[in-house]
Structure formats: C-alpha cells, structure tokens
C-alpha cells in the first residue's frame, strides 16, 4: 500500500486531489484522472520551459498518485481516515466487516481489539536478573554461612539479562474480545462503541452480488427467459427479509420494475421497499440455433475404428498378435528345415 503520509505540502490525501474527505469513490476517481492529465510529464515536458517546472510537475504527479492509491481503496482510506482522524475516525478505532443483510437486519459482532500487555516476568522493565546458580538466590555460600557468594558478590542474583519472554520490550500484544451491537441499516462508515472498551469500530458493508442500496431501498435483480417474460406468471424474489412471490404480467421486458412495499431497511418508524427490476435474456434466433446445430455436426467426429466397441478391438489386436506368432513359427520350421538339407549334403 502507499504511504499514508501527507504530501510535501502539508496537505492530506483529500486535498492534493482537490476533493472533500466525505467524496465518494467515483469522485476521487474523476479527479484523479484529471489532475494525471494535467500534471502527466509527458504533457509537462512539452508546455513547460524550465527544468524547475517539470521537477515541480514530477513532484506533484508523485503526490497526486500516491494519494490516488490510498484513497481508491475502502480498506485502506478506512485506515488513513483512522490514522489522520478523518471522517469522525480516530486512531484507536477497529475495522469491522458486515454482509450486506446483517446491515439491513441487523447482528452483534465480535471484534477484536490489539492492547499491549505488561510482561509478567520483567513487569514491564524489558530486564531480568537471573536466577545465580552459586548460591540459588541465597546471596551467600552456604546456608548459615557468612560468607559472600563470588558469582553474584552477595546480591543473590545473576547479571541483568533481557527478558526472554517479552524480548525486551516489557510488554506482549495480546487482543480482546468485544461485543459489537450493530443496529437495524447501519450506513458504511458508522462508528460504533464496543462493549466494556474505550475504543469503537469502524463499519465496513461488504459488497453484495445480488443486492444494492439506495436510501432505505433495496433494489435486485430478476432474471427471466424469454419464454417466461412472454408468457408472465409467479416467480420467486429473494428478499433480504427472506424468499417471496411475485407476479409479472405477460410481455414482461428489460427494464419493467415492480416493488414489494415494506421489505427494504428500516430506521425507526421510517421502513423502505424493495425494488426488482426485471432482465430478460436474449433469445436464440432460428438462424442463430442452425448455425449451433450446424458447429455441432462439425465437431462430431465421422464413424471410425474409434467407435467400435472395445471388446471388438481387443478381440481384433489378439488375432493379430496370434498371427505374428504363427508366421515366426512356420519362418522356424522352414529354416530348420533347410539347414537339415545342407548338412544331408554335406
């Protein structure tokens, strides 16, 4: 990922583009692309004069890029935003992710939020004095005894090592556990508190493949053949509320809209609709089947030793074994024969 850092100016990510924080995608998109135009040192190196001029354009398409790919992200503008407090973010805010109906309806999520643990073994020092292993802590040479211990001179412990368990840093990452209530059409973005924690999360709605939002609206897809669309009828809608039936009127097109009030997102007393919009899938022409029926007849394959059974063709090849077999034999034959002959007349 880019770096997340402010430009050579000053200025944040948002504004070396030129667009509010709030901006959607689309709008940091165009902006982009019309900054890159501009500033393009292909561009620059044949309107400006001065060596200064182009660096200055380098600089600035630099800067313009880099903002571009962190912003084009969700996930990683979700993390400048957090790290710059953008947005009503702040830094010790956790990314959660939804699916698009828990959004809708609603859910409760675990998050898990990074704390730093104080080490138990060094308490935080990053130092531990070991164990001496001349007196075994006792400081002195035996028990009873007066005398000084000459591995630790008395202070009944070893040298100062760094801990071996938080590896000198005196504390471990640890992470806890918090409940996360997210309410009835959360918007993406929402920040919310996390249970028994000073910290909140940061809403992340994952995209959906078969539904969108617009407000409390929630709008799909159906498709339909041909045939169906002609001749109308019942047809099941999936709902982010569950599964319903609707009926589409005969001579139903691409782009006919029916609604199921009350099925979109709710928000207070306030509950939206679900929107279908129907998609007819093109149908085959005549020609256009003859033509598939005419590539299928080329690609099958003519009646060939390949069709025949396997029983015939196994039969077949031991046959033809068998009769290599017997022309070696009487090829043998033939040529002891032959050589009895020559030595009769020798």
Do not use: W
């Not at 990922?1 to 959607?24: H, R």
């Amino acid at each position: 990922m880019a770096s997340t850092s402010a430009g050579a100016s000053g200025m944040n990510a948002y504004e070396i583009l030129g667009v509010q924080s709030a901006a959607t995608t689309d709008e940091i998109k165009r902006a982009y692309k019309k900054l890159a135009l501009q500033l393009h040192p292909d561009k620059v190196s044949r309107t400006t004069k001065t060596d200064a001029e182009r660096d200055e354009a380098r600089v600035r398409f630099r800067n313009v890029a880099n903002a571009y790919e962190v912003l084009k992200d969700e996930v990683s503008r979700a993390a400048y935003d957090q790290k710059c407090e953008l947005n009503g973010a702040k830094r010790d805010d956790v990314l959660v992710n939804v699916s698009f109906k828990e959004s809708v309806t609603g859910t409760t999520k675990l998050a898990m939020i990074p704390f730093k643990l104080l080490c138990s073994s060094c308490q935080g020092v990053g130092m531990a004095c070991l164990k001496c292993e001349g007196c075994a802590n006792r400081g002195g040479t035996a028990v009873g005894s007066q005398g000084t211990c000459g591995t630790c001179d008395g202070r009944g412990f070893g040298k100062p090592e760094t801990c071996r368990k938080c590896g000198g840093d005196g504390v471990k990452d640890d992470f806890f556990h918090g409940r996360v209530h997210v309410p009835a059409g959360v918007l993406d973005g929402s920040r919310l508190p996390i249970s028994g924690r000073t910290q909140h999360v940061r809403v992340r709605i994952l995209p959906s493949k078969v539904f969108s939002r617009d407000g409390l609206n929630v709008t799909s897809t159906l498709r339909l053949s041909a045939k169906d669309a002609l001749e109308g009828g019942f047809f099941e809608v999936e709902t982010v509320h569950g599964v319903e039936t609707m009926y589409f009127d005969e001579e139903t097109k691409s782009g006919d809209t029916k609604t199921l009030d009350g099925k979109g997102i709710k928000d207070g007393k306030k509950i939206g609709n679900h929107i279908v919009r129907v998609e007819v899938e093109r149908e085959q022409t005549p020609e256009a089947v003859e033509s598939d029926e005419d590539v299928e007849e080329a690609e099958e394959p003519e009646a060939s030793e390949a069709d025949e059974p396997a029983t015939k063709k196994q039969k077949e090849s031991i046959e033809d074994q068998e009769e290599v077999i017997d022309l070696e034999r009487l090829l043998a034959e033939k040529k002891a024969k032959l050589l009895a002959q020559l030595n009769a007349q020798s």
